[in-house]
């Protein structure tokens, strides 16, 4: 299709910043620019109607780290490495909620609790044995202990007696948060394309060419935040992780509060509008599971409903309203890749599971970078 001269002229003639992707990375990045450049013409290419990546299909938690997940990354990083990491998770919930306010994303402190099932005695005690070490390495972060032990009060089924509650923990509700986000960037000007999808590009030194389904363009400089899809553009260690998700009716005198971690972290689950939100199982089928497409599978599917049943809501009836499935990018470091790809390209992919607790701050890094 050709364009218009008047669809060329205004958006796609002299643009300063393009950047792929309109998840959390991607609009934070355009923000940042537009803050450090009042006048350019900023442009966000999407393939999606809607961000169609993770960002919009998360289970919003703002979290920093499970007990059994700062224990596993001692293993594998110094003690200062694994403060350093927790650090940026704090700091970037804070800018999170500096930039849109707590109102804006429904920001709730309720805490988050680690469940340890039955069979897993061993990494519970080492936990509860391990609990003053993690607590006095990371006060310095939170200002006080973040983790403490609690009661069974929600009678949860086939667990160990205790939770470890991180009480720093909060949750937010992610289409708030991402409706918020692109307000904000369409009041600042900033151009987004929706049903785009970026097919390649190429540096040419003084300008980048970026080709689209649709068509062809020339920017100043180029952002790539495309997360689990960044193979598809990039040469970098980043590989797709579907994650599957459900979400029950609402629930009368639902008395379940709070963001819940179970087996590993491979389950999660919280409370949103009288409903129970309970996400995870890729470690039943990785190899399936390692893929940009959605969707959801029987095998997954069938045994979240199974836990649900056993031991989320042993007692109360529920029915499942909705499925779903987000892409993650993810690899063998739990580190973002953030870099210059050439002299006028950058990219910031590979969030993990974390991006509501670092996305702020990823994408404002990657419009530093240019
Ligand atoms: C089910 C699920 C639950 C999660 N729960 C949590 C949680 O509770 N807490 C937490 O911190 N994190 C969670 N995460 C992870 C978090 O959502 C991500 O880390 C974060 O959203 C990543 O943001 P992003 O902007 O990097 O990527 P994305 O949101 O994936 O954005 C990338 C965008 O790029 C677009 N795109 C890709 N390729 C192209 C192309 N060629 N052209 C144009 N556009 C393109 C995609 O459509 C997408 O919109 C969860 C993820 C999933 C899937």
């Not at 390495?137 to 949860?156: M, Y």
């Not at 819940?260 to 949103?272: A, M, Q």
């Not at 979240?304 to 529920?318: A, D, G, Q, Y």
Request: aromatic residues 10%; neutral net charge; contains cysteine.
């Amino acid at each position: 299709m050709n364009l218009s001269y008047w669809e060329y002229k205004s958006w796609f003639s002299s643009v300063d910043f393009t950047i792929i992707g309109s998840g959390m990375v991607g609009l934070n990045c355009a923000m940042t620019l537009r803050r450090n450049h009042p006048k350019a013409k900023i442009l966000v290419l999407e393939k999606g109607t809607l961000p169609q990546g993770a960002s919009t299909k998360n289970a919003g938690f703002a979290c920093f780290g499970s007990i059994s997940e700062i224990l596993s990354d001692l293993k594998h990083h110094t003690e200062e490495e694994t403060v350093k990491l927790v650090q940026k998770r704090f700091d970037g919930i804070a800018l999170l909620r500096k930039n849109l306010g707590d109102h804006n994303i429904d920001f709730r402190r309720h805490g988050g609790h680690e469940l340890f099932l039955e069979k897993d005695n061993r990494l519970y005690k080492q936990s509860l044995y391990e609990l003053d070490r993690v607590n006095r390495l990371l006060a310095p972060v939170f200002g006080s202990s973040p983790f403490e032990i609690n009661e069974n009060t929600f009678g949860f089924k086939n667990i160990q007696e205790k939770y470890i509650t991180h009480v720093f923990e909060a949750q937010i509700d992610t289409g708030k948060m991402m409706t918020s986000l692109l307000r904000l960037a369409q009041k600042n000007d900033i151009l987004i394309l929706n049903s785009t999808e970026v097919k390649n590009f190429q540096d040419n030194g003084n300008d980048v060419i970026v080709r689209t389904d649709t068509t062809e363009f020339k920017t100043n400089h180029l952002f790539i935040a495309t997360n689990g899809f960044a193979s598809k553009l990039l040469d970098e260690p980043v590989k797709p992780a579907r994650a599957q998700v459900l979400i029950t009716k609402p629930i009368e005198n639902l008395h379940i509060k709070g963001t819940f971690h179970l087996d590993e972290g491979y389950y999660y689950f919280r409370n949103i509008d009288n409903r129970i939100l309970f996400g995870g199982g890729r470690n039943l089928d990785f190899q399936e599971e390692e893929t940009t497409a959605f969707g959801q599978t029987d095998i997954i599917q069938n045994h979240l409903e199974l836990v649900l049943k056993e031991s989320i809501l042993p007692s109360t009836n529920f029915e499942i309203d909705r499925r779903w499935s987000g892409i993650m990018g993810i690899g063998n470091q739990k580190k973002p890749i953030l870099k210059q790809i050439s002299e006028r390209v950058f990219c910031g992919v590979r969030l993990g599971g974390m991006g509501i607790a670092i996305g702020s701050l990823v994408g404002k890094e990657l419009a530093e970078l240019a």
